[in-house]
């Protein structure tokens, strides 16, 4: 008896989360999420073509990211 419950506990503690985690709706990025995330992959590209890393690389996206921002 005790291990028919305890291996429905367990069956129970591992299909309960999985079952909970499929019903949540997958919400789409908006428009200015969308136009951030391009600006993002734009810079990342040109930084990676200048071979920037570490520090040099952090100002090159500071500066491209807030250049695309207002411009």
């Known amino acids: 008896m005790r291990r028919a419950t305890l291996a429905l506990a367990l069956l129970a503690g591992t299909t309960l989360p999985a079952i909970a985690a499929d019903a949540k709706p997958r919400r789409e990025p908006s428009a200015a999420q969308q136009a951030q995330q391009e600006r993002m992959r734009?810079?990342?590209?040109?930084?990676r073509q200048q071979s920037l890393h570490g520090d040099?690389?952090?100002?090159?996206?500071?500066?491209?990211?807030?250049?695309?921002a207002t411009g």
Not at 42 to 47: F, L, V
Not at 56 to 68: E, G, I, T, V, Y
Request: glycine share 0%; aromatic share 6%; charged share 30%.
């Open 42 to 47: 734009q810079c990342s590209a040109n930084a």
């Open 56 to 68: 040099p690389r952090k100002a090159f996206m500071k500066d491209c990211l807030s250049k695309r």
